[in-house]
C-alpha cells in the first residue's frame, strides 16, 4: 500500500505533464494547419485554377463564421443591458482574427491571471473550467472529458469547419491535377492531424486505474479510427 500511494503522485504527474503536451501538439498542429491553408490559397491563385480558389476561399471565410461565433457563445455576458447589440459588436470585432480563437480558447482555459484581466478589462466573461462540476459520486472520467472538450471546443470547431472541408478540396485538386505537390501532402496530412489529435486528446482524460482505464483506451481507439 506505501509503494501504491508513493506511486500515485508521480502517475499523476506524468499524466498532466502528458496531457499538456499533447495539448501544446495539437494547438501547434493547428497553427501550421492554418499557415498551410493559407499558402494553398495562395497556390489556388497562382495556379490559375479560379474554381478551387473560390472554395477554399469560401470555406476559410465560413470556418472565420464559425470561430467568431464560437467566441461570442462562450464569452459574452448573459444578461447585460444591450445584449444583443453587445453579441453584435463582439462578433465583428472577433472576426477579423477569429483564426486565433482555437488558440484563445485553449490559453483561457488554462486560468493564466493576465488573460483573466484582460479579458474583464473589455467586459468578457471567463470560461474557466467549462461549468463542470464534480460533485460526489460524479465519474471522474466524464468530468475530465466535459473539461478537456470545453478547452479543446475551438480545435474541435476547427477540425469540423476548417479541416475536413480544406482537406477533401485539397484531395480533389491533386487527383484532377495527376500530382500531388509537397505543399498540398503537407497541408492534407496537417489537416488529419487537426481532425483526429483534439478528439484523442479529449478521450484520454481518464483515470490511470480499473475500468476508466478500459474506457479510456476504448475511446481513443475509436477516436483515431474515426
Not at 129 to 152: C, I, L, N, Y
Request: net charge neutral; hydrophobic share 45%.
Amino acid at each position: 500500500h506505501a509503494t501504491r500511494s508513493a506511486n500515485m503522485p508521480r502517475s499523476r504527474w506524468y499524466c498532466a505533464s502528458l496531457s499538456v503536451g499533447y495539448d501544446l501538439v495539437t494547438a501547434s498542429f493547428s497553427v501550421a494547419d492554418m499557415v498551410c491553408d493559407y499558402l494553398v490559397l495562395l497556390q489556388f491563385y497562382t495556379d490559375g485554377r479560379p474554381v478551387f480558389f473560390a472554395l477554399s476561399l469560401v470555406v476559410m471565410l465560413l470556418a472565420h463564421a464559425t470561430y467568431a461565433c464560437l467566441f461570442t457563445q462562450k464569452y459574452v455576458p448573459d444578461h447585460t443591458t444591450n445584449q444583443h447589440g453587445r453579441i453584435v459588436a463582439v462578433f465583428l470585432a472577433a472576426l477579423p482574427v477569429s483564426q486565433f480563437v482555437p488558440l484563445f480558447i485553449y490559453l483561457e482555459s488554462l486560468d493564466l491571471p493576465f488573460m483573466r484581466r484582460a479579458m474583464r478589462k473589455c467586459g468578457l466573461r471567463s470560461d474557466q473550467g467549462g461549468g463542470v462540476d464534480q460533485q460526489e459520486g460524479t465519474d471522474p472520467f466524464w468530468v475530465s472529458m466535459r473539461e478537456k472538450a470545453s478547452a479543446h471546443s475551438g480545435f474541435l470547431a476547427e477540425a469540423v469547419a476548417e479541416a475536413v472541408p480544406q482537406c477533401a478540396l485539397q484531395t480533389v485538386a491533386a487527383v484532377l491535377d495527376g500530382e500531388l505537390r509537397y505543399l498540398n501532402l503537407v497541408s492534407i496530412l496537417l489537416s488529419i492531424a487537426v481532425i483526429t489529435s483534439p478528439a484523442t486528446a479529449v478521450t484520454s482524460q481518464s483515470p490511470a486505474r480499473g475500468s476508466g482505464s478500459n474506457a479510456r483506451t476504448s475511446a481513443v481507439q475509436v477516436s483515431w479510427l474515426a
